[in-house]
């Protein structure tokens, strides 16, 4: 018993120790690091595909993203 008292003294000094030594590290913001996606293109063409009931054809609605935006649809960023 008396050859473990030691090492639970170490033990417990150095628990009690570790968050004092811990470092409060605070992310650092880096400088031309940040990767931005671009913008998407105002002329990009997108399709949405509706399906209108009673039918089973797809219709198919095309438009450039600034005109759907312009009838204030979302368009996807991609």
Known sequence: MTRFAPM???ICA???????LAEDRKPTPSIGVVKAEPA???DQRICFRDLITGSLIY?????TR?????????TPAR
């Open 14 to 20: 150095i628990t009690a120790a570790a968050p004092a």
């Open 40 to 42: 998407p293109h105002p």
């Open 8 to 10: 639970f003294a170490a």
């Open 66 to 74: 600034a005109e759907w935006t312009k009838l204030g649809v979302k």
């Open 59 to 63: 219709r198919t609605d095309c438009k």
